[in-house]
């Protein structure tokens, strides 16, 4: 039948809902989705080209794409042989593939040189096997066609799962529009569109090897004046080994299965250059064939490969129709160059940058500067005038090697920059605070304490001198007097506040007037001596009372005696 519009329009459809749905894929295949940019450094691996221009081994597709933006290109030189008619078919096409999105991409091949040799003699021969038309070229008569461009192929490859998402294997839906650009007249072309629509499934094993399988349908446009069948089942298996080193073994095993057994004329009338004609009707082929090759791959993504394809089962030809080589019809060479940047690979994403360290443990804490002082006194009542002794005994926390500081708002400090020093009391009683401060150079720290020292006059002391006797009428003084002065004079040196009263005496014998002169005689006497000892006469005072204040009674001689005399009396000045 004539392939339409709507099934082009379909094919495209059935591209477009696979494309949509792959972009929204549950997110437990996508485990590991890549940026809708890609950059130049992500991972890939190794990858060619199929013979139409998408990612694949040879001539079986994988189901990965190129990256977005990505491209490739490469030209092929594909032989194919056919039992009917002894007849080879050698096509030279370049082509080309950009990846568009995460998922896709679009591809091209142009058959820029279609050479069909058809070797069987004559042209055509009774026997539908072998002296028929071939289905895919109906119209050759000649036994070369030399030159001639044949089709054009363009398609897209949309991929489902794939191996970078951390899918278990990838998975694509791929389609094919076939362009006839080739030259009906000529016979390297049916001169009709055709459609293909592939599954393809793929899977790189342990980073050793590839294997893909595609399965599709083929829907071909019924050429003019022929029957010819309207399609063909396709299939196709392959591995390439090492899938990721540069030399690279290919194995493939691929065929077509088309949906009638017999090519038939119609209405076109073909006859040969000898002038044989074809046979109404010719049998198709079931065409299987095994391709081997090698391809070598740079690390830039450039290739060159060679290989040999088989038909298998392989038919032999009659010797008697041909004068040509007998193994041409079931094996043929390949060949290809071109470049591939490779497939993207899943690459885990970098641990995660380890925790930053701990912070440095905090500074240990200032040590608490401790400082006290205890100030002591011995000993802490004294006596006007006189010393005590102040003593600081300092506690510092860091060992600081502390000043001293002794103040006080009366008395005297012999060395008030000492721990311990002399402090003497004023001339006046009372409480006086004596205060010490230490003070550390490291930090200005400072302490203080105080003592107070209570300063008391000396207890009042009785002095009781003896007193002086004279004889009757007599006012010098007695060898025995001396005694009793110089104990006198002792004292008044001990004691410099001390100061005497030197009192005349006398019996009652006599006037008063007279008794009243001796007696002041008898003072005088004593302060002369006095004075001759070294007492000042500031501290001397004398008076005279006479018989006036008799200590004894006169009225005896044994008592009158002891009257006449001179007492000394204290005068403490205080």
């Not at 039992?83 to 568009?100: E, K, M, W």
């Not at 055509?124 to 070229?137: E, K, L, N, Q, S």
């Not at 298998?312 to 591939?340: M, S």
């Not at 150079?441 to 400072?446: A, G, L, S």
Request: with cysteine; proline share 9%; net charge neutral.
């Amino acid at each position: 039948m004539t392939i339409t519009l709507r099934t082009i329009g379909l094919t495209a459809l059935v591209l477009w809902a696979s494309a949509a749905g792959a972009q929204t894929t549950s997110t437990a295949t996508q485990t590991a989705q890549p940026s809708t940019s890609q950059s130049s450094d992500v991972a890939t691996r190794p990858a060619t080209t199929t013979f139409y221009g998408d990612t694949g081994l040879w001539y079986v597709p994988t189901a990965e794409v190129l990256a977005h933006g990505k491209w490739s290109v490469s030209g092929y030189r594909r032989g194919t042989d056919f039992i009917q008619g002894y007849t080879n078919v050698g096509d030279f096409a370049g082509t080309f593939g950009v990846g568009l999105g995460q998922r896709a991409e679009v591809f091209g091949s142009f058959l820029f040189d279609t050479r069909i040799d058809r070797d069987i003699i004559p042209m055509f021969v009774t026997d539908p096997a072998i002296g028929g038309i071939v289905d895919r070229y109906p119209r050759v008569n000649q036994p070369w066609t030399g030159d001639n461009v044949g089709d054009f192929y363009v398609g897209a490859k949309v991929n489902l799962w794939s191996e970078y998402r951390q899918n278990p294997a990838a998975l694509a839906v791929r389609g094919i529009v076939k362009l006839p650009t080739a030259k009906k007249d000529v016979g390297n072309g049916t001169g009709k569109a055709d459609v293909l629509l592939d599954f393809i499934a793929s899977k790189e094993a342990a980073k050793v090897v590839e294997v893909s399988g595609a399965a599709g349908y083929e829907f071909r446009g019924t050429p003019d004046g022929f029957d010819v069948p309207t399609s063909a089942f396709r299939w196709g298996a392959g591995a390439a080994f090492p899938s990721r080193s540069p030399l690279r073994v290919f194995t493939e095993l691929n065929g077509v299965v088309p949906s009638s057994d017999t090519a038939s004329l119609t209405t076109a009338t073909l006859v040969g250059r000898d002038g044989t004609r074809p046979p109404l009707v010719s049998q198709t082929e079931k065409l299987t064939r095994a391709t081997a090759g090698l391809t070598f791959q740079a690390p830039n993504g450039f290739f060159v490969g060679g290989g040999l394809s088989w038909n298998v089962p392989r038919k032999e030809r009659n010797p008697a129709l041909t004068d040509t080589d007998p193994f041409a019809d079931y094996w043929d060479w390949q060949v290809r160059l071109g470049y591939h940047p490779g497939v993207r690979v899943y690459t885990p994403p970098p641990p995660p940058p380890p925790p930053p360290p701990p912070p440095p443990p905090p500074p240990p804490p200032a040590p608490v500067h401790n400082l006290t002082v205890r100030a002591q006194c011995d000993p802490c009542t004294v006596e006007v005038l006189r010393s005590s002794t102040v003593t600081a005994t300092a506690q510092d926390s860091i060992g600081c090697t502390v000043t001293y500081r002794w103040t006080a708002p009366s008395g005297t400090l012999a060395n008030p920059a000492d721990r311990q020093t002399l402090w003497t009391a004023p001339n006046q009683e009372g409480s006086v605070p004596v205060t010490v401060t230490v003070t550390c150079p490291t930090d200005n720290k400072t302490a203080s304490d105080t003592v107070t020292i209570q300063v008391t006059r000396p207890p009042a002391r009785t002095y009781t001198f003896e007193d002086v006797y004279f004889d009757f009428d007599r006012y010098s003084l007695r060898p025995e007097a001396t005694r009793v002065l110089d104990e006198a004079v002792n004292a008044l040196r001990e004691d410099p506040m001390l100061r005497v009263i030197i009192e005349g005496h006398t019996c009652n014998i006599g006037t008063a007037e007279y008794n009243l002169a001796l007696g002041d005689r008898r003072a005088n006497a004593v302060r002369a001596y006095l004075l001759g000892r070294g007492v000042t006469g500031n501290r001397l005072q004398t008076v005279s009372y006479g018989e006036e204040r008799p200590k004894y009674d006169n009225a005896r001689e044994e008592t009158r005696r002891l009257n006449r005399r001179a007492a000394l009396v204290v005068n403490l000045q205080r």
